[in-house]
Structures are given as C-alpha cells and as structure tokens.
C-alpha cells in the first residue's frame, strides 16, 4: 500500500529585528519568536480590536451595491440571497438574511442544489428563483464572479443583480448591477483574502449606513441592528473556508470566538458545538473548522444546505437543537462515505504505483459521490503532497471534480493553463489556489489527467512538491507547563496563513497505551526533564497496537486539555519517529 511520503523537519525562519520590535512593545518573547516567524514586522499587526478593521467604502462596487439594496428596501421590494453549498455559503446567507430582516427589509433566500444546478448564479436556480419567490433583487454570496450566464438570464426576467464574492474573477465579469469583490480588477481593499462571509458583512455594514443617513430606522421605529451579533457566523465561516488569516480575518475571527466563549452565539452554533460535544467557553478557531464546519457542510454535501441555513437562522434553541442533531447524523454518514472512498483512493494508488508518482495525480470511481469527492482529493492531497483531483458522476453526463493543492501550487492556475492549451477540454471549472471544481466529459478524463499532470510539473516549483514540516524549533523541558500552553492559546486565533505554533524535541517515553481503535496516549520525560507530560498521537496507532517505543523525537503542539472542568497541559503529536532516523 502506498505510504505516506517522508516529510523533513524545517523550523521556520524568523527576522530577529522583528522578534526584538516585537519584545520591546511588550510581547512575551516565546509570542514575539513565534510572531516573527510568521511575518508579524510591527506590533499593530497584532490588533484584535474591532475598530481596527478595515473600512467598506475602500471596496470596489461597494457604492452602487448599496444603492441598489437600500433602494430595495425603501420600496417594499423582495431581495432574495443565492448562497452556495458549503459553509461559507450558508453562513454567508444566514448571515445576509439575517441583517436585512433586522433592517426592515424583504428578504428570502435559495440555495442551489449541487446535484440538480451546480454551482453558482445558473439559469436555472434563476428560474426556480423567480417561479418560487418573484425576487427584485437577487444578491449573491460567496458566488457569482463566474456567473455570466445567470446574471443575464435574471435581467431577462427583470431582476437587478448584486454579486458578493470572494474568488477570483474571470478575464469577463458579469453584467452586474453591482460587483463586490476584494479580487477584482482595480479594487483597492487590502484584505483580498477575506472569505465570501467577510465579504457580505461589509455590504451588511456598509448599507446599514446608508440607511441611517436616509432616516430609514428612526421614521419606522425600528432598532438599529447590531452588526456585532453576526460576527459568530462571519468566524464560523471565514475558519471552515480556510482562507489565510491575515490581519482583518484575524480581527473577524477573534471578535466571533469572542462572543461563543462569552456564550453569546446564535442557537443554532450553539446547538452544533454542543451536539459535537464541546465547550463553548474553551473552543479555539480550530474548532470552528473541524466541529461546527463540517456539521453544516455535511448538508450540502450529501442533501441541500437548506436543513445548515435553517439551523444557523433558527431563534429558538429547542429548534436549533433538533436540526442539529440532523446535521450531526449527516455528518456520521459523510464521514462513513468518505472513509470508504478513501480506501478505494489507497487502493487504487497501491494498484497502479506510477499514478502516486505523478506531479498532479486524478482519480475516479463510478460509485463515488460528488458531494464528498473534495474531501478524498484532500487526504490523498496529504498523502503524496501532490495536488489531486478526485472525479464522480454528474448530472448531465459529465464528471464532476473536486481538487486541492499544495502551498506553491496555484491549481486554478493550473487548471487555466490546461483549459488554454487544450480547447474544449474542460467543460467548466473555477476556484483558488488551494481547492477547485471542475465539469469533464467522461470521455476526456485521461487526456485530462495527461494535461493536468503536465500543468503541474510546468507551473511548480520542484520545492513545492517536496513534503516539509515546518516547526517552531524547540521549547524547554521548563516551558513544558499549563502557563506556556495558555499564553499560546491566547496568541491566536491560529489558522491558515497563520499557523498553530508546531514545536520539535526529543523524548524518553515512559509509558504507552492505545485508547479509543488506534490513539495513541504517552507519557514521555522531555530532554532534560525529570518528570512527565501527557501526549496523544491521534490515530497513532493504525494497526491498532501500541508500538515498542523507548526514545522518540516528535512535532508537537503545546495545548490545553480541559476534561470534567480540570485543564492541564498536553502535547498533542502531529508526528512521530524514533530517536536518531535521521528522517
């Protein structure tokens, strides 16, 4: 079975001017280190203050948008939000909704159905659109940069269009009324890696100012909303879309956590922290990825993501608490589906070693589902440290991909490239850098693989390819404590772009267990330690069997563990390999 591939140990280099500015302006030295080694030159970088977003009116098109939606609301109009299928679409909508609900205005939403339209502002969920709900106004999120087609076909039946998104745009935008889009051509916003949830916050924002300087609160009575009450869902959003937490997604998702901790989260992602089984007073922006995302993503996945809207809108707990439940079930069967596919992925590789060689590698099963396909392209993504696509069956006749890449490989670029250099090739795709979608005549599918692995090896740098581990170097056997793990937890929020601190060292195990089907749980004397700390290597032991460990040099996150009200410190394995491999 193919393995896999080694990854060599790297710890992450780091400007000493900048780790001194840093200590100088107060920051703990073990932060001011780890700050520094992830481009933090100044301390304002640092702000977590709400005040210090950036400002809406620096975004392109942000103008006529509001004009368009406050004009909307002033006349009675029905604006109708066109999210998409995973979490950002649905917090994206939730969010929309949400706010112009409180602002007075008319407004209902729809969700594409990934299996009967795709993806996107389509003519057909135009369609469905105007029989179902009659709209005005149709107002994308975390879509419609690519949706020529469907903004047209909406001025046919004479809707005004709003498109907010985040991805990057084609060489044609559409015909849109209004544009907002920190990546396209000529906007001037600096947080271009904002998620499509961050995004419609600012035109949330952005035409809650509007309204006020018309009036529009104080001459109906209506409580001015307070936009601080979304911002759970702009955190939730902006982690499981795993965009770069540069500085104002940081500020974003700070300014959310905040509010769940303080218990102040909307019931329905109450209801899905607590459903998964944790605290909300103790959950890190990891969580919001790997917890709440998931549990909503599962509907769009595997039904529509209707049942994660209604769950994310739902006012009274009670309610919350059942639909979550259905989500949770959702989830339990993805994670079912995926685990099968990944092993027909392993499988597949092991069958046929030349496919895991190849600089960009395609897979395709006729029992797959394409509302999990994404997954499987990212854990074998992991595996080989290669971008993969993984295809299943669509509507229509075609395939329907789902790809993921690594750092350094650009794979909308590389799918651009193939689409340019074979004509008619690819029937429709779009994306970033790291996670993209496609349509493939069945009938291309190993053309394509050609073309796409001949992409990968011209647009990549070999060294993307090489699989690394970046660390944080080594800490103490004295920083080895409750205090240190704290400190780290509030440095954060951690994330994309700016990762989790991952620490080296080398240590004596003194003991080793297998809990749950294969964790593995240590207690381990660090290097110049006389006592022991805790550490667990999730799914350490795949055989199921704890392994015959005496010395081992591990890749580490110092975490706080909170069990039955008790916190006490963790190291919490990433890898694991015996002293002195030289690996």
């Known amino acids: 079975m193919t393995g896999h591939r080694a990854r060599q140990w790297k710890v992450r280099p780091r400007a000493p001017e900048a780790e001194q500015r840093l200590i100088e302006a107060g920051t703990d030295p073990l932060l001011a280190r780890l700050y520094a080694a992830r481009g933090i ?23 006529g948008a509001v004009a368009v939606l406050a004009g909307a609301i002033e006349r009675g109009e029905t604006v109708c939000i ?12 939730a969010l929309s909704v949400a706010a112009l609900r409180a602002m007075g205005a008319r407004a209902t939403y729809v969700i594409p159905d990934r299996f009967r339209f795709g993806y996107g502002l389509t003519p057909g969920i135009v369609a469905e659109a105007a029989e179902l709900l009659a709209p005005d106004v149709l107002v994308t ?28 745009p084609p060489a044609a935008l559409p015909p849109a009324d209004a544009i907002v889009n920190p990546n396209q051509p000529g906007c001037p916003f600096p947080a271009k890696s904002s998620a499509g949830v961050g995004v419609v916050f600012y035109v949330m924002a952005a035409l809650r100012a509007r309204l006020r300087e018309d009036a529009w609160f104080a001459a109906r009575g209506l409580e001015e909303p307070n936009l601080n009450e979304v911002l759970d869902l702009v955190a939730v959003g902006t982690v499981a879309d795993v965009v770069p937490l540069e500085r104002n997604n940081r ?31 103790h959950l890190r922006a990891t969580d919001l990825g790997f917890v709440v995302g998931p549990r909503l993503n599962a509907a769009g996945r595997l039904e529509d ?34 685990a099968d596919m990944h092993d027909d992925a392993v499988e597949a590789l092991a069958d046929d070693p030349a496919l895991a060689e190849r600089h960009g590698v395609c897979l395709f099963r006729e029992d797959w589902h394409q509302g999990v396909v994404g997954l499987v392209a990212s854990r074998i993504k ?10 299943a069956p669509g509507d229509g006749g075609l395939l329907k991909g789902s790809g993921r890449s690594v750092a350094g490989v650009h794979i909308r670029d590389v799918l651009e490239r193939v689409a340019t250099t074979h004509e008619g090739l690819l029937s ?101 330690g006389d006592y022991t700390v805790e550490a667990i290597h999730f799914r350490g032991a795949p055989e199921g069997r704890a392994p015959e460990l005496e010395e081992v040099e591990l890749a580490y996150r110092l975490e706080v563990n909170t069990f039955r009200g008790r916190r006490n410190v963790q190291l919490v394995v990433e890898e694991c390999r015996p002293a002195g491999s030289g690996l």
């Open 428 to 528: 429709r795709f779009g994306g970033h850098a790291m996670a993209a979608g496609l349509s493939l005549d069945p009938v291309h599918l190993d053309a394509f693989g050609d073309a796409f692995d001949r992409a990968v090896r011209e647009l990549a740098d070999p060294e993307a390819l090489t699989p690394r581990l970046e660390t944080d170097g080594e800490l103490g056997p004295e920083e080895l404590n409750l205090r240190k793990a704290e400190l780290l937890e509030s440095g954060g929020p951690w994330g994309t772009g700016f990762p989790a601190p991952l620490f080296q060292g080398r240590f004596r195990v003194g003991e080793v267990r297998v809990v749950g089907h294969n964790h593995l749980k240590m207690w381990l004397f660090p290097e110049g």
């Open 382 to 391: 992991e595996r080989l440290h290669r971008p993969v696509i993984a295809f």
């Open 141 to 168: 999120v975390d879509n419609g940069i690519s949706s020529r087609d469907g903004v047209a076909a909406a001025h046919q039946r004479g809707m005004r269009v709003v498109v907010t998104d985040h991805h990057l």
């Open 82 to 93: 066109v999210g998409d299928f995973d979490c950002d679409g649905a917090t994206s909508t």
């Open 41 to 63: 030159e100044d301390p304002g970088q640092l702000e977590r203050r709400a005040s210090a977003l950036e400002r809406p009116d620096s975004l392109l098109g942000m103008e």
């Open 251 to 281: 500020i974003l998702v700070h300014q959310g956590l905040e509010r769940i901790r303080a218990g102040k989260a909307r019931p329905g992602i109450r209801a899905l922290i607590e459903v998964a089984g944790r605290e909300p007073g």
């Open 305 to 338: 993501m209707s049942l994660g809207i209604r769950c994310l809108l739902a006012e009274d707990y009670r309610e919350a608490r059942e639909l979550a439940a259905e989500l949770d079930a959702l989830n339990q069967q993805r994670r079912s589906l995926e």
